[in-house]
């Protein structure tokens, strides 16, 4: 496993700073290995995504068009994930075989609109009434503090635009930030339906590995 702690700052550490009385400066999180971190900050992005196809196509001269396919998905990708206040965007390069396990992690600042916060409790019930009906939504125990966890099946529609085919499995974890009224949003997500349930406990135990810096 990966520590995303402060203990490689250049790498991996990001402010959840929100200006509320003491909270807490960083947070940690234990990954495994081969999990590749995308930089959202529009001025390294590019450099980041850049490093990580050149990874995967390493010795693979005559896939130029993928390349570029790739590279143009992840990078919207990217923007789309600063856009709507992400922080960090990781990206399983872990392989199994010959093949590589696809999955991501995305992590978000969240700060209600209202002031005071939500209430976990109500969050929790807000996302079950708002969500698919299949959706799994409750209330875990971190060591960084009480979340609201959802997990979600999708399947893509007929004609979905960024043609994926295989139904998608995702893991939110909402987890309050100490000090504050916000929430650090832990998405977890993987097309590899076959193999969903152990993807969700690799998930899961990432999220518990989370804690607080300072």
Partial sequence: MNDTGTDTPTDTDRST????????????????????????DPERRKAAVDALVDRQFQGMDDAPHIKRMV????LGRAKEAYRNGGIELYISLQTAGPLTIPASLLLTLVTPDRPGGTELEALAQHLFDNGPLDQDVSIEELQAGRAV??????????????????????VDYHVGVPGSDSFLLLTFSTPLDP????????????????????
């Fill in 71 to 74: 590279r143009s998905e992840l």
């Fill in 17 to 40: 700073d929100t200006g509320a009385a003491a909270p807490p400066s960083d947070y940690r999180l234990l990954l495994p290995n081969g999990w590749f971190r995308i930089t959202l």
């Fill in 149 to 170: 966890r959802v997990r979600t099946r999708k399947v893509p529609e007929q004609n979905d635009p960024s043609g994926n085919t295989a139904p998608v499995t995702t």
């Fill in 195 to 214: 193999l969903a349930d152990a993807m969700v406990e690799l998930f899961d135990a990432v999220a518990h590995s989370l804690i607080w810096i300072g």
